[in-house]
């Protein structure tokens, strides 16, 4: 199983970005997929989830109402598109999936700095 994250950067508050995962080793549209982060000095936390046809998401309450899911299954990617981004939001973002629960990539890194 392999998950590669990328679309993170430098962004002010207030701005948008949106995080990509591509997945390989598995059959993608068999399983869930979440994302994660981690910010300095603090533990890994849930971001929100999707469910393997797309149809059903959650998330965070820290997210909701900013923070988007989506996926293409004929891609094996999920998508984060993060809007009003927030000082807060600065994490490592990793994606998730329940096909292979102890697999993590190498995330990509999210800055929300004026």
């Known amino acids: 199983v392999q998950l590669v994250e990328s679309g993170g950067g430098l962004v002010q508050p207030g701005g948008s970005l949106r995080l990509s995962c591509e997945a390989s080793g598995f059959t993608f549209s068999d399983g869930s997929m979440s994302w994660y982060r981690q910010a300095p000095g603090k533990e890994r936390e849930w971001v929100g989830y999707i469910a393997n046809n797309g149809l059903s998401t959650r998330y965070a309450p820290a997210v909701k109402g900013r923070f988007n899911m989506s996926r293409d299954n004929a891609k094996n990617t999920v998508y984060l598109q993060m809007n009003r981004l927030k000082a807060e939001d600065t994490a490592i973002y990793y994606c998730?999936?329940?096909?292979?629960?102890?697999?993590w990539g190498q995330g990509t890194q999210v800055i929300v700095s004026s």
């Open positions: 998730w999936t329940s096909m292979s629960p102890n697999s």
